[in-house]
């Protein structure tokens, strides 16, 4: 009889046989890194903006508080973007000619609105309130990062569900005083563990990690 | 040396036995029996029967296509189900063809394990079966989620969510009981398989055929070494697909079970739905093995006494399922509660009473025809009751799950459920792939085991020459 096999084959079958198991475990692995990577969740992705504002201009440089611009953060789900009036309380004034700014004087002019790139944009089927945080001790820097210290906004945190449960699942490792929630370079004075236990107290800060908290 | 027969487990010889020679009929040899079942296989003309039986499955698994296109496009809206029946025919169907699985698991594993020779001519089909109605069964679950493409959520993973599934909820428990089952089904059907893979690769014609039987043979020359492993590793498989058979359709029932609706919550619902199932299964063993012995002229494999077996398993567990209706009734009465009660009432006098009739006619009344020696041994008659059977099973699960759901708690929210063309195209397009795939087996793959039949051979040609007699020292009991 004829051999309907190259001897080679059994190699082969040994290496495709061992090594599917492999093949098959480092693709989950890869799947779940890249699942969880700035390519999928834009986080520390600088996004291109039509005017190049630079938090790190406003807020360090010059001092101007979260609120200055995002005016609705402690009455309403929203923070809110700023209108270009906004910007033009001070940019009548100052730096009137910029051609950096050119854009922002057409807006003005035209009332159009300056078409951002949204850079934290959670899901529709996502239920979320910045006012309640605010009030219950979630500083801005906690989920935006040091945008102090950002020359173009990026996205400091990945967004997704297991990111959010950190927080909801042990609200006491990240709450802080109310009167800090703006500071930029808030540190806890005692150990957090001690005063998150005390403002989970204070605050009634309640664990939600009911389903229908955010997903209604 | 693919004619050398399994070595391990010395029993008494079969040939010892004057009822075993009712399994094969007498004048097989070890080559005849090769060759008449593997024949089936490598033949080059395709009978056209074969062609006909397959063009119609086809044509009707075909209907999947716009059953599952629509689905998708359009959600589960195109179903009837809505709620209070917000269950129908996505779980009705889904238990209908798991149960009928388990004829496959109990053939192969635990009549192994029993030493029931007989179970030889009829566990490669019953074990295809199996493997090709838990793929129907699974497409239930899956579309009726809506999006099948997310149905790694109910794997616990860790996914990006944070969370894990509900591991208290008894639809989780299905993934896992369903996933372990259609696992361990394929393995066991796939290493049964080798020994006859090797013979279809010594005896196939053409070099692409020698190729494909080759690398599914994985190697097998048939060395004693090799069946000693075999052996091993065959047994090790049916260790662990016996409890399946139990274990499946017992969390199939506590999807049920562990809801609180009337009709549901009982606790014999386990054991009543693995007898369901085993009676089920055998229906549908039965439904495939009578046309195909018949068309094929497989008598002398699939004798009447094997077709008698099934018919008295057929019984057997009918009548456990009888029983399982009286005491659905029993407790219903005696939990005095208002809502047994009336779930009773409803389902003799509801609007769905004449499905309960036609389930008790097809699985209460027919069976009984098994008790007469006659019906059991007639392939006509066997065939019909089979056929009541497996349309029985389908009602009792139309029966538990849309009577109960229509009328619940609360009054207000009553509402009947009308199946649409969609439904009826998911389910007869199951039914077509279903068919479809159990015409490719017969024609790709030994619908008998091959190797398994050589060891029944030494009865059937008892005395007839040196070849027999050696193999019968060699060979011991049917595994």
Redesign the interface.
Known sequence: ?TQ??HPSF?TI?KVTIFGAVFFLGGGLWLT?EV??SGYVTNEGVVREQPVHFSHKHHVQGLGIDCRYCHTSVEVSSSAGMPSTKTCMTCHSLVWTNAELLELVRDSYRTDDSIEWTRVHDLPDYAYFDHSIHVKKGVGCTTCHGQVDGMPLMWQEN?L???????CHREPELFVRPREHVFDMDWQPAEEQAALGARLVEEYDIQSLTNCSTCHR | MTDRAPTVDPGPAPGASPAGEEFIAPGHSLESVTDKISHLVLTRRTPRGWWIGFAISFLLAMLLVPSVGVLLAKGTGVWGLNVPVGWAFAIINFVWWIGIGHAGTLISAILLLLRQEWRTSINRFAEAMTLFAVTCAGLYPLLHMGRPWLFYWLLPY??????WPQFRSPLVWDVFAVTTYATVSALFWYVGLIPDFATL??RAKS?PF??VY??LA??WRGAARHWDRYETAYLLLAGLATPLVVSVHTVVSFDFAAGIVPGWHATIFPPYFVAGAIFAGFAMVLTLAIPLRQFYDLGDFITRRHLENMGKVLLATGLIVAYGYAMEFFFGWYSGSEYEHSMLSNRLSGPYRNYFFALMVCNVLAPQLLWIKRCRTHMGWLFLVAMFVNVGMWLERFVIVVVSLSRDFLPSSWDLYEPTKWDWGLYVGTIGLFLTLIFLFIRFLPVISIFEMRTLAPQSSEGNGDEADEAADREGGAS
């Open positions: 009889m309907i096999f059994n079958s779940a699942n969880r990945s997704q569900m297991e990111w959010c449960l950190e | 860790p996914n990006t969510m944070g969370t690769r010594d070099l020698k190729r080759g690398i994985l190697g």
